[in-house]
T-cell receptor
Framework: DGGITQSPKYLFRKEGQNVTLSCEQN?????MYWYRQDPGQGLRLIYY???????QKGDIAEGYSVSREKKESFPLTVTSAQKNPTAFYLC?????????????FGPGTRLTVL | SQQGEEDPQALSIQEGENATMNCSYK?????LQWYRQNSGRGLVHLIL?????REKHSGRLRVTLDTSKKSSSLLITASRAADTASYFC??????????????FGTGTRLQVTL
């Protein structure tokens, strides 16, 4: 089956720790995205990548870092510098051909800081 | 920044009734998309309307776009209990050959009761 997988589904972190969220896609999409969703809110863009070894900051990049070493993978690290990391994190991907591109989402990772 | 604002924030209807959700946005757009999110899950793309289109249909979904008023509406006809979810609009300002960077609204929570 083609799609996007995220792991783990639930993640607990102690204050001061860095954690890495995994995102893998087998849709052969060039672009990948990370969003943060807080309760009752919409999605806010953290980082996105259009091609391997390239990525750009979104609206709320502070306290987060990413890498894009492979087309299929776009891991997100939540660093200890992120002041309020408890949230639901969603990864997405899309093609970059053409002008109107829908995004395909993974199932999400719920991060809780203890 | 949050581009789209959905109205109402929450909507409760009975099965068989129609559900209408509205989205307003602030700047010029290339396209507007609607997504659905079941509780605790990732988002699923429903429909995309281009800035030069006024209305689009997909099954029981009807989307309208009024660029002069910077607003869109999503109509779900003959609703079913399975339509219970949150619905988000997302605006895109895509340049051909680049990632489809979207800005999401705050969502409408739809509850369909039997």
């Amino acid at each position: 089956d083609g799609g996007i997988t995220q792991s783990p589904k639930y993640l607990f972190r102690k204050e001061g720790q860095n954690v890495t969220l995994s995102c893998e896609q087998n849709l052969n999409h060039d672009a990948m995205y990370w969003y943060r969703q807080d309760p009752g809110q919409g999605l806010r863009l953290i980082y996105y990548s259009q091609i391997v070894n390239d990525f750009q900051k979104g609206d709320i990049a502070e306290g987060y870092s990413v890498s894009r070493e492979k087309k299929e993978s776009f891991p997100l690290t939540v660093t200890s510098a992120q002041k309020n990391p408890t949230a639901f994190y969603l990864c997405a991907s899309s093609i970059v051909r053409g002008t109107y591109n829908e995004q395909f989402f993974g199932p999400g990772t719920r991060l809780t800081v203890l | 920044s949050q581009q789209g604002e959905e109205d109402p924030q929450a909507l409760s209807i009975q099965e068989g009734e129609n559900a209408t959700m509205n989205c307003s946005y602030k700047t010029s757009i290339n396209n507007l998309q609607w997504y659905r999110q079941n509780s605790g899950r990732g988002l699923v793309h429903l429909i995309l309307i281009r800035s030069n289109e006024r209305e689009k249909h997909s099954g029981r979904l009807r989307v309208t776009l009024d660029t002069s008023k910077k607003s869109s509406s999503l109509l779900i006809t003959a609703s079913r209990a399975a339509d219970t979810a949150s619905y988000f609009c997302a605006t895109g300002d895509v340049v051909t050959g680049t990632a489809s960077k979207l800005t999401f609204g705050t969502g409408t929570r739809l509850q369909v009761t039997l």
